[in-house]
């Protein structure tokens, strides 16, 4: 099979997904929670006076970039936003912008395999660092890192809450980060898309403005994951070399915009509910997986909107495990999705769904369990 038929085959699954109505979404941290009645009003008033038609402006509405600023409590003039076409267009124009041949881009294992895709197209060799450990609490430990930075380190991509164990670096940790890239030369990338779902995250931004980008997602907190709308933060120098030809150099979506600007202006009424909410599907999952020998969790609570579940001490595949769910309409993530190292010991369950959708997936994991110990072979997954 060629590389194109490959990733066809992929859409292709993906596309056979969305066509099934009956899918319970528990893989893909999506936000499943009813939006605030402002953010559908702010779409619909958008499309009546038909803003569609038109380009946004480049950098995104400035109404939005200064909102972005302060949910960050990053101060103005001293950072700067860009809002691109989802989280991960930023983090694909940054890794695409900083990197270059014979770099190397530090990561987290497991984390978000897509940067590393990105990292290795610019010709940059990705160093990866294990941390499913309980031993560092499932986190990137300082002196770790920096036992593997070298003068070709350029660029380090920090996932912090971690994806897919929902771990947060601790703020001396942050401070340290800060100081090993500074003294490598090396800039870090602050992907921070889970950081409503955490109690005390701490931002590297304000110990390093000269060398971080900060990534922003809708996707997660707000739910405006179709709609394709995100943003990167960093210094004026630096946010200069990522404005100078952005992929989205006509604006994204004005329609999203206004979504994004309505949910932030919104979220202090809205959203301490939908955290409760998913957080109480968290504590479900644990009691569930406490009742089978061999279960744990491996991070809780976890501060993103899901939790990793260890399946590792009762003989289970992740991938059956998954295949199991799907055959039950239910879509969990397996472990491979994160990582090759750790694919055998972990799967993932998005939170920020609804409460019969989380007793589905606790009723069935008896079931399931059996049914993933007697699969011999499953399906591709993706």
């Known amino acids: 099979m060629t590389t194109f038929a490959r990733i066809s085959e992929?859409?292709?699954?993906?596309?056979?997904?969305?066509?099934?109505?009956d899918i319970k979404w528990l893989g893909q941290n999506t936000n499943h929670a009813d939006p605030h009645p402002a953010v559908l009003e702010a779409m619909t008033d958008c499309l009546a006076r038909g803003e569609y038609?038109?380009?946004?402006?480049?950098?995104?509405?400035e109404a939005l970039r200064a909102a972005i600023l302060e949910d960050l409590r990053l101060e103005p003039g001293r950072f700067e936003a860009i809002v691109t076409d989802g989280a991960i267009e930023g983090l694909y124009h940054a890794c695409r912008t900083?990197?270059?041949?014979?770099?190397?881009?530090?990561?987290?294992?497991?984390?978000?395999?897509?940067?590393r895709a990105f990292a290795r197209e610019a010709g940059a060799e990705v160093v990866e660092v294990?941390?499913?450990?309980?031993?560092c609490g499932y986190r990137l430990r300082p002196q770790d890192l920096e036992a593997r930075v070298t003068e070709r380190s350029r660029l380090?991509?920090?996932?912090?809450?971690?994806?897919?164990?929902?771990?947060?670096?601790?703020?001396?940790?942050?401070?340290?980060?800060?100081?090993?890239a500074r003294a490598a030369g090396a800039l870090v990338i602050h992907d921070c898309t889970y950081r409503h779902f955490a109690r005390g995250h701490s931002l590297l931004a304000p110990h390093y403005p000269e060398g971080t980008v900060t990534t922003y997602s809708f996707s997660k907190w707000l739910g405006l994951a179709g709609l394709?709308?995100?943003?990167?933060?960093?210094?004026?120098?630096?946010?200069?070399?990522?404005?100078?030809?952005?992929p989205n150099n006509l604006g994204s979506s004005i329609l999203a915009q206004r979504a994004a600007i309505a949910g932030l202006r919104t979220k202090e009424a809205w959203f301490p509910a939908v955290d409760a909410a998913q957080r109480a599907n968290q504590q479900r999952i644990k009691a569930a997986a406490q009742a089978i020998e061999g279960y744990r969790l491996a991070v809780y609570p976890s501060h993103g909107n899901f939790v990793a579940l260890d399946v590792s001490g009762a003989g289970v595949d992740p991938e059956a495990l998954c295949q199991a769910y799907l055959d039950k309409d239910i879509l969990i993530r397996q472990g491979g999705y994160h990582s090759q190292r750790f694919a055998s010991r972990f799967v993932k369950i998005s939170?920020?769904?609804?409460?019969?959708?989380?007793?589905?997936?606790?009723?069935?994991?008896?079931?399931?369990?059996?049914?993933?110990?007697?699969?011999?072979?499953v399906a591709a997954l993706y």
């Open 10 to 21: 992929r859409n292709r699954h993906f596309d056979r997904l969305v066509g099934r109505h």
């Open 53 to 61: 038609h038109l380009y946004a402006p480049p950098l995104g509405l």
């Open 98 to 115: 900083l990197l270059g041949p014979g770099d190397e881009m530090l990561v987290a294992d497991p984390g978000w395999l897509w940067p």
């Open 130 to 135: 294990p941390i499913y450990d309980e031993a």
């Open 156 to 180: 380090i991509y920090l996932v912090d809450p971690n994806n897919p164990t929902g771990a947060i670096q601790t703020a001396p940790e942050i401070e340290e980060i800060a100081r090993i």
């Open 228 to 246: 394709r709308v995100g943003a990167v933060v960093a210094a004026p120098e630096l946010a200069a070399r990522l404005a100078t030809a952005p």
């Open 351 to 377: 939170t920020t769904v609804p409460e019969a959708w989380v007793a589905a997936f606790c009723d069935l994991l008896p079931e399931a369990t059996e049914q993933a110990r007697a699969t011999a072979s």
